[in-house]
Each structure stands twice: as C-alpha cells, then as structure tokens.
C-alpha cells in the first residue's frame, strides 16, 4: 500500500522536475517558429510553423562563416589537446620523482586559475605576438587552458596501467617512446573520450577568449556572433531565439547520442579529483 | 641507431635500477620527462608569464594600448579601496560564487537521491537536467532572458495574467542579481547531481542492510551514512561550483551586462568594463588579481576544510 503510494509521489516529483528543466528549450522552440509579427505568448505554440528565421539568422549574424570558424578551432584545439595531455601524463605517471611532483602539481593548480584573472596581460602578450583575430593565437590559448584538465585525467588513468603490461614489452627489447605509443596509447581510449568530450564543449561553447581575441566578422565564432546579433536585433525575439537555438544544435545532438559517454565521463573525471 | 643503443643502455641501467622510484641520481627514465615540455612551455608563456605581468600592470596607469605608461605604486589598490562600486560588486560576485554552490548541491544531492530510486522514465528526467550543461552559457543566458524580459517575456505573460502590471525584472537589482544566480543554479545543477548519483552509487549496501538491523530510521540511515560517505563527491562539488560561480562572466553578460550601473556587476564583467570601455588596463589588472586572490582562497579553505572531514 505504502510503497505503491511513495512511487506515485516520486513519478509526480520526477515529472515536475522534467517539466521544469525542460521549460526553457520549449519556450526558445517556440519563440523560434513565429514570424515578427506574431505576438502571442512565448507560451503558445505557433499558429503558422515558419522556418524563415533560421534562415534570416543564418544570414544576417553570418553563422555560415561563424559555423567553420567554430569547427577549425574546436578540431585542432582537441587534437592537441589529447596528444599533449597524454604525452605528458606518461612520465607524471610513471616517473615518481620529487620535480615530477612538483610539475604535476603545477599543471592541477592551473586548474582554477581563470584566463579571465589575466586578461590584460594576455590580451597585450596576444596582440603582441601579432594574433588578434587569427586562429593560432585563440588555439594555443584554449588549449594551454584544456591541458591541466587532460593532463590531470590522463596521468590519473595511467597510473591506473599495471607497470608489468610495460615491463614485458621492455624485456623484449621495445623501446620505452615506443612502448607508449604501442601499448599505452590504444589503453587510453575510454579516457581519451572523456577528455575530448569536456575539451570539445569547453572550446565550442566559449565566449571569454572569442569576445576578446576574435572581434574581426571574419574571425567570429558561434557566440561572438550571436552576440552581436543579439544586441542588433534584441527586439526582433524570433532571429535572435533561432541563431541560440542552432549554435546550440550541434552539441546537443552529440549529446544525445553520446549520453552514456558523456555522464560517465564526467563522473569518473570529477570523483577522482 | 645510435640512438637505439643509447636507449638499450637506459634500459639496462633502469633493470639494474630495478624500477626504483626515487634514486639519488638522476633517475634512470628522467628522459620520459621530455614528453611534458611542450605543456609546460604553453604554461610558461600564456599563465606564468602574464601572470607576473598583470601584477607589473596593476602597479601602473597603461591604458591598455600607449607604448609609454608610468609608475604608480599601489595607487589602483587604494582606487579599489575607495571605489563606491566595489562594495556591490565584491557582494554580487561572492553571491554569484557562495550561493549558487549552496543551491546546486542541494538541489543536485535531492535529484539524485530521487533520481537514484528505481522509477521509469528517469532516464530521461536525467537528460533533461543534464541537457543545458552542454549548452553555450551565453546562449543559456539569452534563453532566460526571454522567459524574464520585461516585453513579451513568459514570466511577464503569466504576471498579467492574474492582473499585475509587468515587472522590469532585469533591470531591477532586487530581482536581477538572483535571476543570474538562478540560471547559473538552473544550467550547472545537472553536473552536481551526476557526481552525487556516481557518489551514492558507490556506497555499499551493506551499510544500509546493517543499519536497518540496527533499527535506524531513514534520516538516521542519511545523516550517519550517506552524508558521511559522500564527503569525496560533496567536496568535488563544493569546489568546482564555487570556482564557477566566482567567475561567472557569460550569463551576466548575457542578461544584464552587469547593469543597471553596477547593480549585478561581478569582479569579472567590471574588470571588462573597466579595461574595454574606460581603457583603465591598469586597474583593470589589480581587479583581476582581486579575483585571483578570491578565487584561490575560497578553493584552498573549502578544498582543506572539507577533505579533513572526509572519511578515510
């Protein structure tokens, strides 16, 4: 009696939470299918389902542009991201020396500090250098911010390795560079996964390095776009609700399909900390 | 091949090493260490170095582009000191930071004790709270501020519906510093809640099985066991929600870009301020070692405090 009773309060609570944290995406579908000049409430669906703004957006805030932009950025960050985590979890994880320790606890402490804390001093080194408004300049900056988080997750899984895995190979004469690339690299998949999965939300949803470093059209990305958009066209809701609502697309069909990766990810990345 | 037989002797010396961790000399792999240079390199130059130079600019007046700039000593320190804003602005951003980590381990601990109960369909109620972790936190911000603007937003239409005049929510400082704290709440409970569901899931039955031999009720079996035990992931929360409530940036630009005035202004949208539209790089600088200085102290005293309670 009781128990049937406590489940029917739980499947209520459960559906007030979904409802609730599903509300705001319902209200930006919406916004986003209604020409200008439908002034029912956010609430309603549309009368006329109208796919206009898509395209308006698309056009006006140049996401085309923005779109590659986002990608070209996001890919190379990733890939150095994952190498250069890796690599160098190697020795942090199987080098046990005092200066190891001591690097080791160097790259985790960069790991709160914010880019936004030395802004200034960045954004005069990045303009120094001669890469305002260049990919390499926003990509080695996101991924010197990535790698303490990488290199946090990959030295935790190696030591994780068993050392006889290398040992053997060692007695049989491969070399220790080799024997990373042959046997430790492949075990690092699961892994590899989280981190590329946190590195690729990270990067393709930031602001804080692309409002300052990106300002030229050209150079935009997703959200500078959108930002600017935003402010040019704050009145005209439908624009602006169906540019968020495809930058926001592509991460969240990969999310989708990738769920399970993504919370088991995140879980074993975090709890290990 | 030479090389290859360099290699072949580091091998022989690490056999005969017998794999010791720490030697007196150098250590026999101390080659490896090779692998992390390219990292640290990156390190040095966009951390370290700005790092030390942003203390050097906030001892100056540089306005961001001349090439000349003077000596000041701590002259942007004693502005900070006197500045009228400051007090609000160390306020929101410490509300930003402090009570969004409050209500997202509350509200992410209860969603995954009711989450953790086997009903159908929390599958995807777990989606759906996960869902907007993945979203651009400037997009969540533009969301939300459709639901909360004061022409044609959600809120307003259900405001009028009960025969209220509209209310200008985030253009009112009562209202906005929370609205940003909510969204900030809303969009990063789902992580709080994921590491609390792996947290719980690590928790032996048994201890719940001996417990209820031992008669304990269900608060007794949550406050002697389960709190206990999600000390790991209570501090892993507690930390990383503190980190990004302190330097929430993207959502407060999003919804009010720290306005009206200094009304929901943080440390880092100020230091934005201050650097992009008054040219003030040097005081922009000594704000961003404010929030440094911030941001490490709370970690490091939430961080020591909470891993001594953690049961070994």
């Given at each position: 009696?009781?128990?049937?009773?406590?489940?029917?309060v739980?499947?209520?609570?459960?559906?007030?939470?979904?409802?609730?944290?599903?509300?705001?995406?319902?209200?930006?579908?919406?916004?986003s299918?209604?020409p200008?000049?439908?002034?029912?409430?956010?609430?309603?669906?549309?009368?006329?389902?109208?796919?206009?703004?898509?395209?308006?957006?698309?056009?006006?805030?140049?996401?085309?542009?923005?779109?590659?932009?986002?990608?070209?950025?996001?890919a190379?960050?990733?890939?150095?991201?994952?190498?250069?985590?890796?690599?160098?979890?190697?020795?942090?994880?199987?080098?046990?020396?005092?200066?190891?320790?001591?690097v080791?606890?160097?790259?985790v402490?960069?790991?709160?500090?914010?880019?936004?804390?030395i802004?200034?001093p960045?954004?005069?080194?990045?303009?120094?250098?001669?890469?305002?408004?260049?990919?390499?300049?926003v990509?080695?900056?996101?991924?010197?911010?990535?790698?303490?988080?990488?290199?946090?997750?990959?030295?935790?899984?190696?030591?994780?390795?068993?050392?006889?895995?290398?040992?053997a190979?060692?007695?049989?004469?491969?070399?220790?560079?080799?024997?990373?690339?042959?046997i430790?690299?492949?075990?690092?998949?699961?892994?590899?996964?989280?981190?590329?999965?946190?590195?690729?939300?990270?990067?393709?949803?930031?602001y804080q390095?692309?409002?300052?470093?990106?300002?030229?059209?050209?150079s935009?990305?997703?959200?500078?776009?959108?930002?600017?958009?935003?402010?040019?066209?704050?009145?005209n809701?439908?624009?602006?609700?169906?540019?968020?609502?495809?930058?926001?697309?592509p991460?969240?069909?990969?999310?989708?399909?990738l769920?399970?990766?993504?919370?088991?990810?995140?879980?074993?990345?975090?709890?290990?900390? | 091949?030479?090389?290859?037989?360099?290699?072949?002797?580091?091998?022989?010396?690490?056999?005969?090493?017998?794999?010791?961790?720490?030697?007196?000399?150098?250590h026999?792999?101390?080659?490896?260490?090779l692998?992390?240079?390219?990292a640290?390199?990156?390190?040095?130059v966009?951390?370290?170095?700005?790092?030390?130079?942003?203390?050097?600019?906030?001892?100056?007046?540089?306005?961001?582009?001349?090439?000349?700039f003077?000596?000041?000593?701590l002259d942007?320190y004693?502005?900070?000191?006197?500045?009228?804003?400051?007090?609000?602005?160390?306020?929101?951003?410490?509300?930003y930071?402090?009570?969004?980590?409050?209500?997202?381990n509350?509200?992410?601990?209860?969603y995954a004790?009711?989450?953790?109960?086997s009903?159908?369909g929390r599958?995807?109620?777990?989606?759906?709270?996960?869902?907007?972790?993945?979203?651009?936190?400037?997009?969540m911000g533009?969301?939300?501020?459709?639901?909360?603007?004061?022409?044609?937003?959600?809120?307003?239409?259900?405001?009028?519906?009960f025969g209220?005049?509209?209310?200008?929510?985030?253009?009112?400082?009562?209202?906005?510093?929370?609205?940003?704290?909510?969204?900030n709440?809303?969009?990063?409970?789902?992580?709080?809640m994921v590491?609390?569901?792996?947290?719980?899931?690590?928790?032996?039955?048994?201890?719940?099985?001996?417990?209820?031999?031992?008669?304990?009720s269900?608060?007794?079996?949550?406050?002697?066991i389960t709190?206990?035990?999600?000390?790991?992931?209570?501090?892993?929360?507690?930390?990383?929600?503190?980190?990004?409530?302190?330097?929430?940036?993207?959502?407060?630009?999003?919804?009010?870009?720290g306005?009206?005035g200094?009304?929901?202004?943080?440390?880092?949208?100020?230091?934005?301020?201050?650097?992009?539209?008054?040219?003030?790089?040097?005081?922009a600088?000594?704000?961003?070692?404010?929030m440094f200085?911030?941001?490490?102290v709370?970690?490091?005293?939430a961080?020591t405090?909470?891993?001594?309670?953690?049961?070994?």
């Amino acid at each position: 009696m009781m128990k049937s009773r406590s489940r029917w309060v739980y499947m209520l609570l459960m559906l007030l939470i979904g409802a609730f944290h599903i509300l705001p995406f319902y209200l930006l579908f919406t916004t986003s299918f209604k020409p200008i000049d439908d002034l029912s409430s956010k609430w309603v669906l549309p009368e006329t389902w109208n796919p206009d703004n898509f395209k308006n957006a698309w056009e006006q805030a140049n996401m085309g542009s923005a779109f590659i932009n986002n990608l070209v950025i996001t890919a190379i960050s990733l890939v150095f991201v994952v190498i250069l985590g890796a690599l160098a979890g190697y020795p942090l994880a199987r080098v046990q020396t005092r200066l190891n320790k001591w690097v080791y606890n160097l790259f985790v402490s960069a790991m709160v500090v914010p880019p936004l804390t030395i802004l200034v001093p960045l954004y005069k080194l990045v303009a120094d250098l001669g890469g305002m408004n260049t990919y390499w300049a926003v990509i080695l900056l996101h991924v010197t911010f990535q790698l303490p988080l990488s290199i946090f997750l990959f030295t935790g899984f190696i030591q994780t390795i068993p050392r006889e895995l290398e040992e053997a190979a060692m007695v049989d004469g491969a070399s220790r560079l080799g024997l990373f690339f042959r046997i430790i690299f492949p075990l690092l998949k699961p892994i590899t996964a989280t981190v590329m999965i946190l590195t690729g939300i990270g990067v393709w949803n930031d602001y804080q390095f692309s409002v300052f470093f990106l300002q030229s059209s050209e150079s935009q990305t997703l959200t500078v776009a959108l930002s600017t958009f935003f402010s040019q066209y704050v009145s005209n809701v439908g624009w602006v609700a169906a540019g968020s609502l495809l930058s926001a697309l592509p991460p969240i069909v990969l999310f989708l399909f990738l769920q399970k990766y993504f919370i088991r990810g995140l879980a074993s990345g975090a709890v290990k900390g | 091949m030479e090389v290859g037989g360099v290699l072949n002797r580091e091998k022989q010396t690490e056999r005969l090493a017998g794999m010791v961790g720490r030697n007196k000399r150098l250590h026999p792999s101390a080659w490896l260490n090779l692998l992390y240079v390219p990292a640290l390199v990156l390190f040095a130059v966009f951390i370290l170095y700005p790092f030390f130079k942003g203390i050097q600019v906030s001892f100056t007046n540089w306005d961001g582009y001349s090439q000349t700039f003077s000596w000041i000593g701590l002259d942007n320190y004693r502005r900070m000191i006197n500045d009228p804003n400051i007090g609000t602005v160390i306020e929101n951003t410490l509300i930003y930071g402090v009570c969004s980590t409050v209500f997202q381990n509350i509200i992410g601990l209860a969603y995954a004790l009711l989450l953790n109960q086997s009903v159908k369909g929390r599958g995807i109620v777990r989606t759906i709270v996960y869902l907007p972790v993945i979203v651009s936190p400037l997009i969540m911000g533009y969301i939300w501020y459709f639901f909360f603007q004061l022409q044609g937003g959600a809120l307003n239409d259900v405001v009028q519906l009960f025969g209220n005049q509209p209310v200008n929510f985030l253009d009112d400082p009562k209202w906005n510093v929370w609205i940003i704290t909510f969204v900030n709440t809303y969009q990063y409970v789902g992580i709080a809640m994921v590491i609390y569901m792996a947290g719980l899931q690590s928790i032996s039955k048994e201890y719940y099985e001996a417990a209820e031999l031992d008669g304990a009720s269900g608060r007794q079996r949550f406050w002697h066991i389960t709190l206990p035990l999600l000390m790991p992931a209570i501090t892993v929360n507690i930390v990383l929600n503190l980190i990004g409530g302190l330097k929430l940036f993207d959502v407060i630009m999003a919804l009010t870009k720290g306005g009206p005035g200094y009304a929901s202004q943080s440390i880092s949208t100020m230091m934005f301020k201050v650097y992009f539209a008054s040219q003030d790089a040097g005081y922009a600088a000594a704000l961003g070692n404010l929030m440094f200085v911030l941001i490490s102290v709370f970690s490091l005293v939430a961080l020591t405090y909470l891993r001594r309670r953690e049961v070994a």
